[in-house]
């Protein structure tokens, strides 16, 4: 069992910036390709980002591309979201979810946090 824990949501303005957290119990970190998704009110749960277990490797989705950045930190077990020039699109819930391969589908993730609000005012 992998256990995960959102952090760092919040209410900002259009154009500030975010940081999201996720740590990691349980099972090897350092094992499991990371990935944000996201889910608006009324819409399906869409990929956000993933960073493989090496690290070395990355997909983003297109509408975040230039603006989200994801990082991780073995030493923490921790998986970052860095979110600059935020939309109010980009409002909705954010879930870390690990996996044990590398996927950019909610099917592909074996564990999920209980996500985190972040909401952009315009």
């Known amino acids: 069992q992998v256990q995960l824990v959102e952090s760092g949501g919040g209410l900002v303005q259009a154009g500030d910036s975010l940081r999201l957290s996720c740590v990691a119990s349980?099972?090897?970190?350092?094992?499991?390709?990371m990935g944000w998704f996201r889910q608006a009110p009324g819409k399906e749960r869409e990929f956000v980002v993933c960073?493989?277990?090496?690290?070395?490797?990355?997909a983003y989705a297109h509408f975040v591309k230039g603006r989200f950045t994801i990082s991780r930190d073995h030493a923490k077990n921790t998986v970052y979201l860095q979110m600059n020039s935020l939309k109010p699109e980009d409002t909705a819930v954010y879930y870390c979810?690990?996996?044990?391969?590398?996927?950019?589908?909610?099917?592909?993730?074996?564990?999920w946090g209980q996500g985190t609000q972040v909401t952009v005012s315009s």
């Open positions: 979810a690990a996996s044990i391969l590398k996927g950019t589908t909610s099917t592909s993730y074996d564990y």
């Open positions: 960073l493989s277990a090496s690290g070395s490797s990355t």
């Open positions: 349980g099972r090897t970190f350092s094992n499991y390709t």
